[in-house]
């Protein structure tokens, strides 16, 4: 059974920095594509950026030149370090996964809040 659990969210003024984590379990992990996503109060869930197995990452355009997606295989973990963090960064902030051949949606964490202040 896939797992997925977040942490490191927080509050932090714009211009901050924080660092989310997401440890997976129940599945090979190294074998799967993982993801982030976030959701703002009354949006859609919108895409943030992708890890493939091969290591291989793609990013948003909002997000792209201050954040980095990375995976430890040997921890079973995913990182998105999030540098010059600005208020419309604010959103619940998910963690997803998927084999290659499948579409995002089936297997998702339970997210952790990230909120910035101007």
């Known amino acids: 059974q896939v797992q997925l659990v977040e942490s490191g969210g927080g509050s932090v003024q714009a211009g901050g920095s924080l660092r989310l984590s997401c440890a997976a379990s129940?599945?090979?992990?190294?074998?799967?594509?993982m993801g982030w996503f976030r959701q703002a109060p009354g949006k859609e869930r919108e895409w943030v950026a992708t890890?493939?197995?091969?290591?291989?990452?793609t990013y948003a355009g909002s997000v792209k030149g201050r954040f980095t997606i990375s995976r430890d295989n040997a921890k079973n973990t995913l990182y998105l370090q999030m540098n010059s963090l600005k208020p419309e960064d604010t959103a619940m902030y998910y963690c997803?996964?998927?084999?290659?051949?499948?579409?995002?949606?089936?297997?998702w964490g339970q997210g952790t809040q990230v909120t910035v202040s101007s």
């Open positions: 997803a996964a998927r084999r290659p051949t499948m579409a995002w949606g089936k297997y």
């Open positions: 129940g599945y090979t992990y190294s074998s799967y594509y």
């Open positions: 890890i493939a197995s091969d290591g291989k990452t």
